[in-house]
């Protein structure tokens, strides 16, 4: 101790006596301190490191605020017939078999594809006379009259046919997407005839063409789909759809809402759910009678950055209504699967922080939080403080961070309230506990 302030600010500091204990009692307590003041006193002595010796750590007692998980996903499939979708984008939440087979139904047996047939058209087609890409237009395609005569043909028969006027030239680009936009049977066999030849040779292309793409269990036996016998499982049609999406041709075409093509005339996309839920694809086909079917493509955002690309198909609906109702609520339910859980509001008190001296506040979240996460993935919390500074208020002495699946989230724990310094007599009284 290096004066006699100092001296005083000590006998301040001191504990009092009740006035009871009387005389005798304050003067043993002044000699004691004066005693001290002349052995251990002096800028070297135990009074000044005491003063400045490091303060112990505080104690936190907290409830670190645990965020409970959402409410577990409900996906929506049909009750007859099948589909399959697969996810991806999303493995981090929804696992790595998502981009396999996320959501099922009904099995995976070979059904009628209908006018999904015609997007293997489209295909084998392109693979023999490819594109450049959208904007190639490609060779020309002279339809002849034996070609023109398709269109009675198939108007007999009930399917859907396009105008093909007798002397009709037309881009293949554009000739393919007059088949695959209203769905025109005489347009896929005038196309399949163009480049094979004729149809029995473009089946034994389409058939060679399916086994090189691993597709075994796709039969192909006309350009049209109007014949039952062309079937394919849901997971064989996931593939051939994941194919064509990777084309830049047939993508660009499939989510072409309409388009008007010299001769031809307005044509119009048969996929009516084009831009729902992100939808961007691909072809519908059905042979009635509960036959209706959707191979489809989207790019549905789910609030996780990035959205997400699915492709999926659903085989044996009962109309033609009821399949694009099928594939909406299959699609909102896996986008309502996603959902922001709360994690804590600024302000919320999570804890105390106790000095060794007596000296006590709160520890408050420095921010309200939220995090996005799949269906019921459980979220884990874990807390981290530090031996304050300065004992201000709104100081920093720690984080909360929050983990549900590939997300994080974390706020600044703060201390509400002043946590008062260590008196003089307490620092001297206390040398075990000084640093």
Do not use: C
Not at 7 to 36: C, K, M, W, Y
Not at 56 to 63: G, I, L, N, R
Not at 133 to 152: N, R, S, W
Not at 191 to 216: C, D, I, P
């Amino acid at each position: 101790m290096s004066s006699l302030a100092d001296f005083h600010d000590l006998l301040d500091d001191a504990p009092r006596e009740p006035q009871s204990n009387g005389r005798a009692g304050r003067i043993a307590l002044i000699v004691f301190l004066v005693v001290t003041f002349l052995v251990l006193g002096g800028s070297g002595g135990y009074v000044w490191w005491a003063s400045s010796a490091p303060l112990p750590a505080p104690s936190v007692t907290s409830q670190a605020p645990v965020a409970a998980a959402g409410p577990a996903a409900s996906l929506v499939l049909p009750g007859d017939g099948e589909m399959l979708m697969s996810v991806e984008g999303g493995e981090a939440y929804l696992g790595p078999d998502a981009a396999g087979s996320f959501a099922s139904s009904g099995g995976d047996d070979a059904r009628p594809i209908a006018s999904i047939a015609k997007l293997i058209t489209a295909l084998v087609v392109l693979d023999a006379h490819p594109l450049d890409g959208p904007g190639d237009p490609g060779p020309t395609i002279a339809f002849t009259e034996a070609d023109t005569d398709l269109y009675d043909q198939f108007y007999v028969q009930g399917a859907v046919i396009a105008k093909m006027p007798d002397g009709l030239r037309l881009s293949l680009h554009d000739s393919l997407a007059t088949m695959l936009l209203p769905s025109a049977a005489n347009y896929a066999v005038a196309n399949a005839r163009w480049a094979f030849g004729s149809e029995s040779a473009y089946v034994q292309a389409a058939r060679s063409w399916l086994s090189a793409n691993g597709l075994n269990d796709t039969r192909i036996v006309d350009a049209t789909g109007i014949d039952d016998r062309n079937t394919s499982t849901p997971s064989d049609l996931v593939a051939l759809g994941r194919i064509a999406a990777a084309n830049p041709v047939i993508a660009s075409i499939v989510r072409t809402p309409s388009i008007s093509v010299e001769g031809a005339g307005y044509v119009t996309n048969t996929n009516d759910l084009l831009g729902t839920l992100g939808i961007t694809g691909m072809k519908t086909g059905n042979l009635g009678d509960g036959t209706f079917n959707l191979l489809f493509t989207s790019t549905l955002d789910v609030g996780i950055g990035s959205p997400l690309n699915i492709i999926g198909v659903r085989l044996g609906g009962a109309t033609h209504d009821s399949t694009d109702s099928d594939v909406a609520r299959l699609l909102q339910s896996l986008q309502d699967g996603f959902h922001d859980v709360s994690l804590g509001t600024v302000g919320d008190d999570i804890g105390t922080i106790s000095t060794p001296w007596g000296s006590t506040a709160s520890l408050v979240l420095a921010k309200t939080t939220a995090l996005r996460t799949w269906s019921d993935t459980p979220v884990t919390v874990d807390l981290v403080t530090s031996t304050p500074q300065d004992y201000a208020d709104g100081e920093v002495v720690g984080t909360v961070t929050w983990t549900a699946g590939p997300q994080t989230a974390s706020s600044e724990v703060r201390i509400s309230g002043e946590i008062d310094e260590p008196t003089l007599w307490w620092r001297l009284t206390h040398p075990t506990e000084l640093g």
